[in-house]
């Protein structure tokens, strides 16, 4: 799943975090465990600075340094200091973070915005992805396709793009929010150049990097 990009500086709501948690939670067990959250703060320095912070801690300028030992040792240092966040906010003491024991972190620093209305268009989004998580049985039509609408005419740029990408992931490609997924991507690539000719196969844009690196 495609990243939302980073604001070190801003506060978000709960839907770019439930974005956050599913691309951490890789085995889509609706928990992030040790082993993933390491992995994945490992693997994606800006996003492991930007806990950091979150948290109050301090990440080191020598990560980026081209001297191997002080980048190593820099990046050692950090990846203790992650583990240190989790097992902090693993209040239950079960080796794994639920959903909202991930939100709390940013509650108690101030980095949270509380939506104030169910009605809110993210709050459905929100709701509608938790459920996604908890279903075992699958995804179905009705619910892909709330999410497909609800995406389209709330959510732009990067952050839609992820939203796509985690309900492409959920169904099958034949379905019909995967039809209209890549139809709407096709009617975004014509309105920002009128001349491109784009097939509908089952991947109608290029496969984009990461937000994290």
């Given at each position: ?116 209305s169910e009605a809110n268009p993210r709050h459905k989004i929100l709701c509608l992805l938790g459920g ?69 196969g089952t991947s109608c844009v290029p496969n984009r990097s990461a937000t994290f690196s």
């Amino acid at each position: 799943m495609q990243l939302p990009p980073v604001e070190p500086n801003a506060r978000w709501d709960k839907l770019t975090i439930r974005q956050w948690f599913d691309a951490i939670d890789k085995d889509h067990s609706d928990y992030v465990s040790k082993q993933e959250w390491l992995r994945f703060l490992q693997d994606k320095h800006q996003f492991r600075e930007l806990i950091l912070k979150v948290a109050g801690q301090q990440s080191f300028k020598e990560r980026i340094s081209t001297a191997g030992f002080l980048r190593g040792r820099a990046v050692a240092t950090e990846l203790k200091q992650v583990i240190r966040i989790f097992k902090d906010i693993d209040f239950d003491k079960d080796n794994k973070l639920d959903f909202e024991e991930f939100v709390e972190l940013f509650r108690r620093t101030g980095h949270l915005i509380e939506l104030k209305s169910e009605a809110n268009p993210r709050h459905k989004i929100l709701c509608l992805l938790g459920g996604i998580s908890q279903d075992t049985k699958g995804v179905s039509n009705s619910m892909a396709g709330q999410l497909v609408d609800l995406t389209k005419n709330n959510l732009t740029g990067e952050r839609r793009y992820a939203l796509e990408e985690h309900i492409l992931l959920q169904v099958p490609p034949e379905s019909e929010a995967a039809q209209s997924i890549r139809s709407l991507r096709v009617q975004r690539a014509m309105l920002v150049n009128p001349a491109t000719k784009v097939t509908m196969g089952t991947s109608c844009v290029p496969n984009r990097s990461a937000t994290f690196s």
